[in-house]
């Protein structure tokens, strides 16, 4: 009869090492006293929502970004491969530093201009919709805004057009006490359920919002 194969020292204390992976909650531990972390995840999951129910990403303006960083690494760079040396090629080297800071400045007006606090913009063919989200420090409150982004190019952003154009807006206020766990665990069903209801409510005012146009008095 042949005898049985003994295991090895170690292969208990891996067996309680799956055992322990299998068990762990899929989903990573937030510090609930760190409000950045916090609104960071929700984002996230709440970002994942929206593409999740066929909405598609517009990498538009994080393009723009990326070709105006690069320029203005370029310049920088340039400015170090100058022909000649200081002060001669002092003219040129006073030209890129003007430069740089001119690219850099574009870069900052266009991110603040075309992003803002937006975490998630959409292409015009799938809803084109901007979902931001605002959230104090050491709050409690986490502020979720989805915004129609052909009104706000229609009426330039401005707040008091966009009060008179229906449809463009939708707003709720969640207590974050309500979503995590004590253990700083999210409870992802119940938070990504709050956010398809948002995003529901808002198609279902209206599928295809009239944008009129507006104009700043």
Excluded at 49 to 73: R, Y
Excluded at 172 to 184: E, L, P, Q
Aim: include cysteine; glycine fraction near 6%; hydrophobic fraction near 35%.
């Amino acid at each position: 009869m042949p005898k049985g194969r003994k295991s090895s020292p170690g292969s208990k204390v891996e067996e309680e090492e799956i055992d322990a992976s299998l068990t762990e909650p899929p989903f990573p531990k937030i510090n609930l006293y760190d409000s950045g972390s916090v609104k960071h995840y929700l984002d996230e999951s709440a970002r994942q929502v929206v593409l999740d129910s066929g909405f598609e990403e517009d990498h538009s303006t994080g393009n723009v970004k990326i070709v105006l960083g690069f320029l203005a690494i370029g310049t920088a760079l340039a400015s170090h491969l100058l022909p000649g040396k200081f002060p001669a090629n002092g003219g040129a080297l006073l030209g890129c530093v003007i430069l740089y800071f001119v690219l850099t400045m574009i870069l900052a007006i266009y991110s603040t201009r075309a992003e803002g606090d937006a975490f998630l913009l959409t292409r015009k063919e799938s809803g084109d919709i901007r979902l931001s989200s605002q959230m104090a420090r050491f709050s409690t409150n986490y502020v979720l805004t989805l915004e129609n982004r052909t009104a706000l190019r229609a009426c330039g952003n401005k707040e008091k057009c966009l009060a008179e154009t229906s449809s463009t807006k939708m707003q709720k206020t969640y207590n974050i006490a309500n979503f995590f766990h004590s253990d700083g665990y999210l409870a992802e069903d119940l938070w990504r359920a709050e956010v398809t209801k948002l995003l529901n409510a808002y198609f279902a005012e209206d599928a295809s919002p009239t944008i009129k146009s507006c104009k700043s008095e």
